[in-house]
């Protein structure tokens, strides 16, 4: 027989002789327990890192991100609608706006605009499909400003409230068609790529969180058991009724277990509610007050074809007066959907607060409390392995 084969099998003979012992099984059952205590508290760590991955990026990170490149859509939008304001309120006071405030806004929208597109590049993060569709929002941009600047200067020239030129004309609508045809389309894609990361995230978040939780059950319940296993065990063996270390060691595997299941619960039940009836809302929202100001810009425009067509001025009054105030309506919806999106953004906050209060400290907690346990554990089992040396 080779030497080393019987090396290697009279060191498996003195391994499975100290395993018969009771010091041996004692020490066999503590690594069992001491084994399953540490996969409970690598799946707790995983689901807590988990959970706090998915706050981070929805609540912190990615999620405020796309919410400001939603202001694209919308700035754009506006822009296009204040071109028209302008071009249409030359002298006239039955708008509800006036040329200087229109520019004003339009100015506005302009920086907010630039501002929606840094947010935007930054949340690309080198992916050539969306940086392509940023720079082609950039070249537009460019383009449709070039358009209306032209539009306004010519308007500007022109006396009265009569037809513009037609020079001006044209060049607001080759601006408006740019605008509604190729920009905005454009605006929402950067912003639904945008949101790729929110969506993405939150699904792995949705995924793990149908597994995790039950795992960390098992891993508890196991723990539990190994536990209250060794407990038997010593209390059989030496005569003792109550180990009070491994009876605290059971108790704090099972509060361990437990209140990180409820922690747990409870931030992905604001996750979800700051997804949904928050971050998703707003979004919405927001797309529906930029097609509010399409819609206004679009009446604007029907407004510049019915003077350039009606050459009558008592009649043109007469239409005009029929129509009211341009603004007083859309004015009055935008008002109404700033009010539902300062709603769901506070509901969003509450809960992403809440998500960050559940899940405060907990990256600690497990492993502290794993350690603890297997401190108690040790405690528990050393004074039966002392009375055999």
Not at 274 to 291: N, T
Request: charged content about 20%; proline content about 3%; aromatic content about 4%.
């Amino acid at each position: 027989m080779p030497v080393k084969t019987a090396a290697r099998q009279r060191r498996t003979a003195v391994i499975l002789r100290n395993v018969r012992t009771t010091p041996g099984r004692v020490r066999m059952l503590t690594a069992l327990v001491l084994v399953t205590i540490a996969g409970l508290a690598t799946l707790g760590s995983l689901a807590i890192d988990n959970a706090r991955s998915g706050v981070r990026v929805i609540g912190h990170g990615a999620g405020p991100q796309v919410v400001a490149t939603s202001d694209l859509y919308y700035a754009l939008s506006d822009m296009n609608a204040q071109v028209a304001n302008v071009l249409l309120a030359r002298g006239e006071e039955n708008l509800g706006i006036s040329q200087k405030a229109a520019l004003e806004r339009y100015e506005n929208r302009r920086t907010q605009a630039s501002r929606a597109l840094m947010q935007a590049t930054s949340l690309a993060g080198g992916e050539r499909a969306q940086d392509n569709t940023i720079r082609e929002v950039l070249d537009g941009i460019g383009k449709y400003e070039r358009l209306a600047s032209q539009a306004m200067i010519l308007a500007g020239r022109a006396q009265g409230t009569g037809p513009l030129p037609q020079q001006a004309l044209e060049l607001y609508r080759q601006a408006n068609t740019l605008m509604t045809r190729d920009l905005l389309p454009k605006a929402e894609k950067v912003t639904l790529e945008s949101d790729g990361a929110v969506q993405g995230s939150y699904e792995h978040a949705q995924s793990q969180v149908s597994t995790l939780p039950l795992w960390i059950a098992v891993g508890g319940v196991c723990a539990v058991l190994a536990l209250i296993g060794l407990q038997v065990y010593l209390a059989a063996r030496f005569r003792r009724i109550l180990n009070l270390a491994l009876v605290l060691a059971t108790v704090a595997t099972f509060v361990l277990a437990v209140a990180s299941l409820l922690v747990l619960s409870i931030a992905q039940e604001n996750l979800t509610t700051a997804k949904d009836e928050g971050h998703d809302k707003i979004l919405s929202v927001s797309r529906s007050r930029a097609a509010n100001n399409t819609l206004q810009a679009n009446e604007a425009g029907y407004r510049l074809d019915v003077r350039q067509n009606v050459t009558s001025k008592e009649t043109l009054r007469g239409i005009e007066a029929r129509m009211g105030p341009l603004l007083d309506g859309f004015a009055s919806t935008d008002r109404t959907m700033v009010a539902l999106i300062d709603d769901h953004r506070q509901v969003f906050e509450q809960a992403i607060a809440g998500s960050d209060r559940a899940l405060n400290g907990w990256h600690l907690i497990f492993p502290g409390a794993a350690g603890g346990i297997a401190l108690l554990v040790l405690l528990g089992v050393r004074p039966r392995l002392g009375e055999y040396r």
